[in-house]
C-alpha cells in the first residue's frame, strides 16, 4: 500500500468498501487521513488550544484484535460469512479485511468451509432455525493466544467433538474454543451463557507492561498498538510523582488507571457496568497492584460523593462514552480540585462541550493531542491536559 503524501487517493480501496460502509476514509491515503482527522480536531477543539500532531500507526492495516463475523445463507442457498452491510441486516460476504487481524479472518473462513462436512447449519433470522450465528475472534498480540467463539442460537452440537477436533488442527494457534449460546430474537451478538469446549475460556494480552484477562464478553481497546501510544501520553502528561491520588473514571477494565498505579500512591476507578469493574479487581490482583480500588456505579454520582465526603484528588483520567461527560461530573471535578484532569475521548464534539464547562470552572487545556485509534474510520480520539488555573 502507497502512503506517499503526493496522492490523493487510495490505489488499493478496498473492493467490499461501498457495500460494508464499515471504513468511511477508505479512498484516501493513509497520509491524507491522518491529515484528515488532524483537521477535523483542530475544527473542533482549536479554539482551546493548538493542536499537536496527531500520532498515525506505522503499519496501518490489520491492527483490530477483535474480529465478528456474521453467518447466513444466500438465497440459492450457499453458506456465506461476514459483515452486515450497514444499517441493515444483509451479510456482505468478507474473507478478508484490511484492518482485522489476519489470523482471525483466516480462522473464519475456514471455520465457514467446514461447516457442511459436519453437517453444522447457519441461523436464519427470519424463521429463527438453525444453528451457527456468529463467530467472533480475539487475539492477544503480545502473547498471541488466540480465543473462538462459536454464537449459536442452541447448545445442541453433535458433532461438536470431531468439529472441535478438526478446527484445533487446522488451525493450532487457538488456545481457547467458547460455545456461546443466544437463542433471543436480538441484535446483540453474545448471549449469556457459555460454553468452554477446549482451553480455559479466555485469553490474556499485555498493555502498559501489565496482563489483562479477556473474555468473550469484556471489553478490551481493538487497536493495542495504538492503545499503548495513547495511554503513555496521557499517563506523561499527568506527570505522577508517587503519591498522588488519581481517579480513573470510565475506567472499563481498569487499563488506565493500573498502568498508572505505579507512578500513583493511591487509584480509585469508577465505572457503570458491573462485569468490566470486577475484571478491574481481577486485573489488579493478577498484577499484584495494591494500590487500587475499582467501584461501580455512574461516575458523575460517585464524584459527587467523593466532593461531598471531602475527599480530594490530585489528578483525574477520565475516558468517557460517545456521550462525553455530565454537568455533574464536571461540578464535581472542580469541586474536587484536582491539579490536572487528563480527558480522553473518542467523540471531539462532546469533547469541546465538556472543555467548555471545565473552563468555566477554572480548567484550562494545556495540551490537545489526536491519536489514530481506528484507521481508515472517520474516528477521531483526543486526549487533553487540562491544569487548574483558578484558586
Ligand atoms: N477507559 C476504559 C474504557 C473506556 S470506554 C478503556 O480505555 O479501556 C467508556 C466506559 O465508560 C465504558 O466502559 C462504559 O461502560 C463506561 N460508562 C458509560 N457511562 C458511564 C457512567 N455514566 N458512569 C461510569 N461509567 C460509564
Redesign the pocket.
Known sequence: MSTTSNKRTNPDACPHAARCGGCQLQNMTYDRQLRWKQNLAEQMLGSFGRVEKIIGMDEPTHYRNKVQAAFGRTRDGRIISGVYQSGTHRIVPVDECMTEDRTADAIIADIRRMLPAFRVTVYDERNGTGFLRHVLVKRGFSTGEVMVVLVAATDRFPTKKPFVKALLEKHPEITTLVLNVNSKDTNLVLGEREIVLYGNGWIEDTLCGLTFRISPRS???INPIQ?EKL?DLAISWAALDGESTVV?????????GLAASRKAGRVIG????RS?VKDAIANARRNGITNARFYA??????MRAMAEDGMKADVV?M???R?GS?VT?IESVATLQPKKVVY?S?NPETQARDLAVFAAHGYRAMRIRPVDMFPWTKHVETVVLMSRVKD
Open positions: 471489553f478490551y481497546q492503545t495511554y480513573d473514571a470510565y475506567c472499563g477494565i481498569g487499563t488506565i469508577v465505572e457503570l457496568n468490566a456505579g455512574d461516575a458523575g454520582d460517585f483520567f475516558d468517557p462514552p456521550a455530565s461530573f480522553i473518542c
